[in-house]
């Protein structure tokens, strides 16, 4: 079983604030992985990937990636109310997919 | 380029019905996926694609079949409908980039069972 595990929440900031979102992996295998973005009632939006060690950053998102603590996280810089939102973390084996269930982030204004 | 599409948007079923939802994609991609959303579960994947012609099962497959049919189509059946069945459903759809796949969802299915 391949899980991927991350914090519910809810995690709230206020705005202009960092937010930091962390997810854990258990198969070693995997080769890439991603954070999606999903509110209420819409579906998963792909925000960030990312493949190998270190950090990739992408306008106010970075993205760490550590595979021998078999760690990802998300790093939103300057939080604005339009990035409440659940944030799901997934992980690519092969050609499937897992996604942990996701951190809910309240940016207060 | 209207990436993934599904339909119907809302469906409600009666115990035992059956109903089809259909996803189509237009990005050109080999897989395509069927995922079950339901509170505090995360995403759960029903079945996959991985090219035209062939299909898998993933983690909840009991109670629904798929046929893939075309690189474009990518539909998901259930025979006899069950409350437990229901559920939000994502279609999505994949393609190869650098070491690994970018999936990229549809806007849902949202579906009662009574």
């Known amino acids: 079983q391949k899980e991927v595990e991350q914090n519910s929440g809810p995690l709230s900031v206020p705005e202009g604030a960092i937010a930091s979102l962390n997810c854990t992996y258990s198969?070693?295998?995997?080769?890439?992985f991603f954070w999606y973005r999903q509110y209420s009632g819409k579906s998963p939006e792909l925000i960030m990937s990312?493949?190998?060690?270190g950090d990739k950053e992408d306008g106010r998102f970075t993205a760490q990636l550590n595979k021998a603590s078999q760690y990802v996280s998300l790093l939103i810089r300057d939080s604005q109310p339009s990035d409440s939102a659940t944030y799901l973390c997934?992980?690519?084996?092969?050609?499937?997919?897992?996604f942990g269930t996701g951190t809910s982030l309240t940016v207060i204004p | 380029n209207a990436g993934v599409t599904q339909t119907p948007k809302f469906q409600v079923l009666k115990t035992g019905q059956s109903m089809t939802l259909q996803c189509a994609q237009d990005?050109?991609?080999?897989?395509m996926y069927w995922y079950r959303q339901d509170p505090g579960m995360g995403l759960r994947l029903i079945y996959y694609?991985?090219?035209?012609?062939?299909?898998d099962k993933g983690e909840v497959p009991n109670g629904y079949n798929v046929s893939r049919l075309n690189k474009r189509e990518f539909s998901l059946r259930l025979e006899s409908a069950a409350p437990s069945q229901t559920s939000v459903y994502f279609c999505?759809?994949?393609?190869?980039?650098?070491?690994?796949?970018?999936?990229?969802f549809g806007p849902g299915t949202r579906l009662t069972v009574t």
């Open positions: 198969d070693r295998v995997s080769q890439s």
């Open positions: 997934a992980v690519n084996t092969g050609n499937q997919f897992y």
């Open positions: 990005m050109n991609h080999n897989s």
């Open positions: 694609s991985a090219s035209e012609g062939t299909t």
């Open positions: 990312i493949y190998s060690n």
């Open positions: 999505a759809s994949s393609e190869a980039v650098g070491l690994g796949y970018e999936q990229y």
